[in-house]
């Protein structure tokens, strides 16, 4: 029965006619470019990314959406069937590389078992592109894509001419918007190689399947599948069995007709799936390894079970009810993060300024919510856009922009200034001990201070904000904005709840005196808050633009002082024109100061992003230089920093470079890679991704012979890293 139904396969590929080979549904677009249907099968050519670069590396894919009860085939169709086959035409110098299969299901009709795709699928082709490709031009890739679509009944090929014109450009290019993030999924779920050794042997038609090491050491790896290279070696349709042990597993399977009757001369070689990850394996003659048989038997695979694949993140309702709350959560725990220091004395002095004043206060308090949730939903909207439209971005990219920077630093000076009392906001000198810049008339004050305090807590991420954040980048737009504005939420909580509360104003001594003083106290966590920018922003740019910021802040602070004497003369019964019109021209130079700051030529910077004698030695991060060194037997740290994440800044100053961390390193022959997002890194933004984060910090460990590295906690401490580099 199977000969023959492997024969009527054949027969249908041999005598099918070129009409059939080649259908096309009616109304079909004659251009290559686009979608291509048939009755059975939808295809296109798609791109990971909008564009490619000059000796760059690009990966495209072919899309397949299948009509239900029809399906495609993997590189081993199993018992029947055939593999997708592509036939490029390519412009000279371009290159495209070899399938990327992603992990098959199986299929099985009456007593055959075959491997292949149903649904959407995405076939990866990396396409290698020359160095002399030009920016602005466009390479034109074509691809003849035949599949053979079969459902339980009939198999038919179809035959379809795919294109996809690609613009070339320099620099990274983001994610394209509509494909790129599943076929980013496709490769990162993709079998790979894992350092896992592997052994077979055959007796009375069993071969039994030995592998250890890698990420099968130490776990049970969980329902577990062999899908062989090629279809010879194994009886597809027999069910797999085994066992596991300390060091890996074993697979007890049933020969094929051809690997019977030659027996076992050569490597088995395929794709070894567990509940943790697919791994390409390659299994050599040889007695089976120790380690892999002991703890227990290997979870059954029925046919109506599912491949073992590794487990994706949900993007359902209980995903949605964690993000919600660890958001509230982040949101309390922001308030006690370092960034946030400085606006908690806009707060202070909003909240003594109205202590005695129930009304006041509460307007204060509801007006500061309503300005952080605002800012949130505008952050979130502005950045799920921009995800939408293919950028690679992150929490606290307004802070990778060095006009964002230059500005904020500005406006920090004049909150400072406004505090120190050199010019006013809302009133003569009379009324000026009611408040900073918070308490501009009618609430605008509090919501402005809500505002600002989003823009300055937008570069650190707390404990529980890593979940949330990156949760609300996966589930739907709606979803994620109430997810932002929950950690708004939790963000304004307390003083929200501090002000609507008067029993603990009461507490508060009545204005007076005092608030002056400590008025002119808070405005120094404010020139703190602009230095700490402005050195980020030399970071971005270098000593020229820094330069042309100090300019800037020189203008800034005396146009303000001239508006401030202008309000003096004002209060005295004088006009004060010229004061605050020489204040304004002031003003007028500080802006075109600080365009030039920021159009600054940037300055290359130096691998390391550590200073001083106890620094660890680091190098740039990228995915290659962690391979070479787990390649080498040795552990990677990697630390994903940025200059305007101040919570990155402690950790690098307490927990990292210090003497018992570096005899750690040292001791372990472990290798310190820094990947510096202060500026933006399309590819840092994709590895934040990969391991669910939306900003920084983030720190890996890799250690030889496992797939996944771990996830040190955002808080670091000396014992925390020294411990986690312990063999």
């Not at 009545?510 to 703190?528: D, N, Q, T, V």
């Amino acid at each position: 029965m199977r000969r023959l139904f492997r024969f009527l396969i054949l027969l249908t590929l041999l005598l099918a006619p070129a009409g059939m080979a080649t259908a096309q549904a009616p109304g079909q677009a004659a251009s290559p470019v686009g979608p291509q249907r048939t009755d059975e099968i939808e295809a296109e050519l798609v791109s990971m990314s909008r564009w490619a670069t000059p000796g760059g590396t690009v990966v495209v894919a072919v899309r397949q959406a299948i009509e239900p009860g029809w399906h495609t085939y993997w590189r081993n169709p199993g018992d029947s069937g055939g593999p997708t086959t592509l036939s490029w035409t390519l412009p000279t110098g371009v290159t495209a590389g070899e399938i990327v299969w992603p992990l098959p299901g199986r299929q099985r009709l009456q007593g055959l078992v075959n491997y292949g795709y149903e649904g959407a699928v995405y076939l990866p082709v990396p396409i290698e592109v020359p160095a002399d490709a030009r920016p602005g031009t466009t390479l034109p890739l074509r691809v003849k894509a035949l599949f053979l679509v079969c459902s339980d009944e009939m198999c038919i090929p179809r035959e379809l001419t795919l294109g996809l014109d690609l613009p070339v450009r320099d620099g990274a290019a983001p994610q394209d918007s509509a494909h790129g993030a599943a076929i980013a999924r496709i490769l990162e779920q993709a079998p790979r190689p894992a350092g896992i050794r592997a052994r077979a042997s055959m007796e009375n038609g069993v071969l039994t399947l030995t592998a250890t090491g890698g990420p099968l050491a130490g776990k049970d790896p969980g329902a577990s599948y062999f899908f062989p290279f090629e279809s010879g070696p194994l009886d597809h349709a027999a069910a797999q069995s085994g066992s596991w042990g300390p060091d890996g597993l074993t697979l007890v399977l049933s020969a094929g007709v051809k690997l019977a009757s030659t027996g076992l001369t050569g490597p088995v070689s395929g794709v070894l799936a567990t509940s943790h990850g697919a791994f390409e394996i390659t299994a050599e003659p040889g007695p089976a390894l120790t380690g892999a048989t002991g703890s227990g038997d290997l979870d059954p695979l029925d046919d109506a079970a599912p491949t073992p694949a590794p487990a994706v993140a949900g993007t359902g309702w209980v995903v949605f009810g964690q993000a919600m709350l660890f958001a509230l959560l982040g949101g309390l725990i922001l308030n006690l993060m370092p960034c946030v220091f400085p606006i908690l004395a806009m707060k202070a002095a909003a909240l003594a300024a109205s202590a005695h004043d129930a009304k006041r206060s509460r307007t204060d308090g509801l007006a500061f919510l309503a300005g952080v949730l605002a800012t949130f939903l505008l952050l979130a909207g502005v950045l799920l856009g921009l995800r939408a439209a293919g950028e690679a971005v992150g929490w606290g990219f307004q802070l990778q922009s060095a006009p964002v920077t230059a500005g904020l630093a500005l406006l920090m000076l004049a909150v400072a200034l406004n505090l120190s009392g050199v010019f006013h906001i809302g009133g003569g000198l009379q009324g000026a001990g009611s408040g900073p810049l918070s308490r501009l008339p009618g609430g605008v004050g509090a919501f402005f201070t809500g505002a600002l305090a989003v823009v300055v807590a937008a570069p650190c991420t707390a404990p529980f904000m890593a979940f949330a954040l990156g949760a609300a980048l996966l589930i739907p737009w709606p979803m994620a904005l109430a997810v932002f504005l929950m950690l708004g939420l939790g963000l304004a909580l307390p003083y929200v709840l501090v002000s609507l509360s008067p029993r603990l104003l009461a507490k508060l001594p009545r204005p007076g005196a005092w608030m002056e003083r400590l008025k002119a106290l808070l405005a120094f966590p404010m020139y703190g808050a602009s230095l700490w920018l402005a050195w980020v922003f030399s970071n971005q740019t270098g000593a020229e633009g820094l330069g042309l910021l100090f300019v800037a802040g020189l203008a800034a602070a005396a146009g303000l002082w001239l508006i401030g004497a202008g309000q003096g003369e004002r209060a005295l019964g004088r006009k004060g024109v010229i004061h605050t019109g020489a204040g304004a021209i002031l003003l007028v130079a500080m802006l075109g100061a600080t365009t030039l700051a920021a159009s600054a030529p940037v300055e290359p910077r130096s691998g390391s992003s550590e200073g001083g004698a106890s620094a660890l030695a680091s190098s740039p991060w990228s995915a290659d230089a962690v391979q070479a060194a787990l390649a080498e037997g040795r552990p990677v740290l990697v630390n994903f920093t940025a200059d305007w994440c101040v919570t990155c800044k402690i950790n690098e100053r307490t927990s990292l470079t210090t003497p018992g961390v570096k005899q750690a390193m040292e001791r372990t022959r472990a290798v310190y890679l820094v990947g510096d997002w202060t500026r933006r890194d399309d590819a840092i933004t994709a590895e934040l991704q990969r391991h669910g984060r939306s900003g920084v910090p983030l720190y890996l460990l890799y250690r030889p012979g496992q797939a996944e590295p771990e996830v040190l906690p955002q808080l670091l401490t000396e014992g925390v890293v020294v411990e986690a580099l312990k063999p």
